[in-house]
């Protein structure tokens, strides 16, 4: 039985690919920062599919959790066939109203550990043969909107170069970049979404599934939802100076 490792597991889009990964088989390791919901996760992942889980609790802003995390992924002994770098969140004010720590460790979640993850990750699978690493990317990515757009259209780029790298190895990697979705992201960073219309969301459990589509069939950038393959094939031929200058974003702060 293969086993998958998907950080930030407990919510959102990443507690959907835990569902759907243990669904089809995989044992499943669970990374995020609290201890009870990773608990609570791994007993119905278990008691529902019937597979072996694992908790591993990690702050991926500290760069020591992030080392321990990537020892697991690399332990040969307990290969780890899927890797989903999932975990991340977003500033709810601009760049230059936070503090520089505070960038810094958004920057080491979204960045560094997808960064030291895949690393650690890729150089294990290509070892043995196989393997797949989803990098969960945004929409957002192919836009000009604060450290967000700048972190996530790293993680495309960063992705799509790791995949050309490992072409011929038996190895993948893809780029999941979804649109406006569902989750507990957004109330998390308390920002305002009351004014996108509700063609524009979509569901974690459909976009999951399509992309596990998209990385059995060996895509290297998989955009779930037709209205968001329509904007990023739009996004990629609009000159820059027009993008930047329609790049306002729609979230604004709870007041």
Known sequence: MSTALVTGATSGIGLSF??????RGHDVVL???DRARLENVSDALRST?????????ADLSDRAETGKVAERVADLARPVDLLVNNAGYAMRKRFLDNDISEEEAVFDVLVRAVLVLSH???RSMRERGHGAIVNVSSVAGFISSGTYSASKSYVTVFTEGLAAELKGTGVTATALCPGFTRTEFHQRAKL???SLPD???????RLVRECLDDVAKGRVVSVPGPQYKAIVA??????RPLVRARARTVHRPKT
């Open 18 to 23: 835990a569902h759907q990964l243990a669904e």
């Open 31 to 33: 990374v995020a920062r």
């Open 49 to 57: 599919y019937g597979v072996s889980t694992e908790i591993l609790v």
């Open 120 to 122: 650690a990750a890729a």
């Open 192 to 194: 305002d979404m009351s």
């Open 199 to 205: 063609f524009m969301w979509l569901r974690a459990d």
């Open 234 to 239: 739009a996004l990629r031929v609009i000159p």
